[in-house]
């Protein structure tokens, strides 16, 4: 069965995290996705961990590969002449072209929007930045952790009496991919009406601030501003992380939130109804967040006695409650397994490795990993030849130029 994007060609010559997932996301839909990079300006996943068996290595960090599976690897220094003309061809073919450098770098490169529309005015470009495109900020550089304390997050994030926190990783490559894919989808599908291709300027901050849109809008309605309350809610109680029975000789804590009175009801009788719930001041919301401390301590006494499957099953499905998981408990979790999510392809020097798999399950077009990630410049012939049309005594003279590469090992 094929995807819903068979037949879309997606030149992928970003890096790091948006651009690549976004393009990773279009190929595992159906699209062919060529990835271009050069050991020149090598992508700085290629030398982030982990590494596989911990040995460093272009071709052995998971942290890149689970980025860029299902891509076709094309390793071709673009600021060559040869690279150019590969450039030229890549342009030609593609419906899309994705590219998440900071703005200018581009067009110092020729491969700007304005030169590949003259080239294929159909064509669908997504520029992804830290800020956009235009502003005063557009040159600024970073990733995403610089982004989270930028878009708000790490004002959030943490205890009130200590320092501002961050969100796990790069927390806005995680959320700008969603926005990004939807913004393709929907210039796809009004280039099939009309033909008219389009530029997407995306902002990584500005998706980063849509996660925020209660906390803005409740500053611009009353002026409160949010800041870091650990685990607490205003809007429920208990809302908490407690900690239950060590496991395996590592700590267990376990995820409880109370949204309403009836959950409320629910925890007290799944706790036996003990005599420190009796309190009628429990009752209600406000009356639970004026003795929270107290309330937290109790509950916590009652967790710390139990392990985290005793805990969730006493209180599933009644009352929302999950278990804390970390890496280890993540690939072991029984409903994720039962669901399929991590996807087993055979790296060529990694050997059987897990990718990330579907967010959403869609029964007639489903979300196909289809090979592990590309070694740098895997796959030049194929591309070069059979998709850009290249001959061989081109690919051979593209290569003894220096524009072409592979590292294979």
Known sequence: MGGPLDGVNVWDASWVGVGPLTARYLAEYGATVVRTESTRSVDVLRKAPPFKDGVPGLNRSQFFADYNASKLGLGVDLSTDGGRRVAARLTAWADVVVEAFTPGVMDRLGLGYDRLRAVNPSLIMLSTSMNGQTGPRRGFAGFGTVLAAMSGYCELTGWPDRDPGSPYGAYTDFIGQRFAAVA??????????????????????????????????????????????????????????????????????????VTGDDQWT?????????????????????????????????????????????????????????????????????????????????????????????Q??????????????????????????????????????????????????
């Open 184 to 257: 393709v989808l929907a210039a796809l599908e009004h280039r099939d009406r009309t033909g008219e291709g389009q530029h997407i300027d995306l902002s990584q901050m500005e998706t980063g601030l849509m996660f925020l849109a209660p906390e803005l809008v409740d500053h611009q309605l009353t002026g409160h501003v949010a800041t870091r309350d650990g685990n607490r809610d205003r809007a429920a109680a208990p809302h908490g992380v407690f900690p239950c029975l060590p496991e395996g000789g590592r700590e267990r804590w376990v995820a409880i939130a």
């Open 360 to 409: 959403a399950e869609l029964s007639l077009t489903p979300y196909r990993v289809t090979k592990a990630a590309p070694l740098l410049g895997e796959d030049n012939e194929r591309v070069l030849t059979e998709l850009l049309g290249f001959t061989a005594d081109e690919v051979a003279a593209l290569a003894a130029e220096g524009a072409v590469e592979q590292v294979l090992d």
């Open 266 to 358: 629910a925890l007290c009788r799944a706790l036996g109804e003990p005599a420190w719930a009796a309190d009628p001041r429990l009752a209600t919301l406000s009356g639970r967040k004026e003795q929270e401390d107290r309330l937290e301590r109790a509950l916590a006494a009652w967790t710390s006695a139990r392990t985290v499957a005793e805990v969730v099953g006493t209180l599933q499905p009644e009352v929302p409650a999950g278990p804390v998981h970390d890496a280890r408990g993540l690939q072991s979790d029984p409903q994720v397994a039962h669901r399929g999510y991590f996807r087993p392809q055979r790296h060529p020097v990694m050997g059987m490795m897990p990718y990330e798999g579907a």
